[in-house]
């Protein structure tokens, strides 16, 4: 059994990034049609031939070698966390093979990196060894990321919180895992975990890890995912969770290669369990027990009152390099004409409020947009009015009409309860109007755009 390890708790002499570097090099020697090279690894994730960073990768495997292995990371979808787990145990046979076969240690594991530590105050910086040298002796570094470190407010844990593993991914609770889906390479709607930190980690460091196709060519991406996959057995191990208990789920599975290059199909069942995984594994701290209480016959239902739509947006809306502000004219729900009221008549019933973002297409990579409602006109206290951000991680292939789906754009929500009842106490409440205004964090690259084509708030 293999324990993952907390990148930044690594003993002091410890020699698993220096292992993992000089395996990254060997494995980038490989020829691209070698299924354990660094190339066909990162493909498996992503790969499109005609952006930079594939540049040099030919000779390249047959087409319909690459239309069956590669191109086939799962975004949207619940498939999201059980396809990761099983890309980072192969990924990590290999690698630990790869090492052995240098002459190192027999027991290599992939540490994970948890940049959501605030004990730390390194956590949302990448680890060093990534970043020096900054030269290609260093197998973990690369020179497309365009941040080393992570906005505090993008690796928060809200996630955690969240029942049900599946929501419907339109009305209500978009669900901890992502929605039910066939086989999603890049999904409309994304999970919560998906969503953050998932996909804000991947937008914020950007370069190759800003996009799904160039992603896993970045060593530090594997450390994120196993990040990742640790996260969904913490949220597992709080009790009253449970994974999707259906065979749509269980029995789906999904084809990888093995440490010697063999074909291998693992299905969502099998990796359940992380001791059982190949050699089995453990999260340092995390154990890998599921109380009692996760039985699914334990599980409250969610609240089934219905989301109902109380302001929308009408007009595509693209997004502006600097500031995009636009009103949302609200109509309280049928039956609850009090529910927008100002504060003091506002009676104080607890209930969900989610602002949705509909069919958002795109171009490029994006930067990470930060979300704020009814910001003062002279910017005063924004943080105060601070919803959430959006990653459009995939954006451009989601935009893409494909074998599998339409290329109808992403579908971010953002949970906004809490913070539309605090509006509701200041002075520029407006019954009638609430006010989106979107903003980057980082300043867009020329060939990015974003059109968000509905912003609408549902609330029950
Ligand atoms: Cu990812």
Redesign the pocket.
Known sequence: MRERKNVYELPAGDTTLEWYSKAVVEMKSRPTTDPTSWNYQGAMHGFQANLPIWQGAAPLPSESEQRSYWNR?QHGSWYFLPW?RMYLAYFEQIVAQTIVDLGGPADWSLPFWNYSDTTNPDARTIPPAFTDPANSTNGLWISERNSDTIPANYVTLGALGVFPYTGDGITSELGFGGPRTAFSHSGRTHGRLEHLP??MV?VAIGGAMGD?RT?ALDPI?WL??AN?DRLWQVWLNQGNRANPGIAAWLNFGFNFHDKDGNVQMLTCIEVEDTTNLLSGYEYQGVPSSVPETGMLADIEPPNEMPLEVVAASNVAQPLSSKKTRLGLGLQPPRNKRMKFMAAEEFSPVPESTFLHFENITGTGVPPAYDVYLNVPDDDGGKEAHYAGSLAF?GVEEASTPSDHHSGSGQHYALDVSELMSQLRTLPNWKEEQLDVHLEPNSPPAEDASVVVGRISLYSA
């Open positions: 990371c990761h998932h996909d991947h799904p992603a991406f994120h995912h990742i991680f």
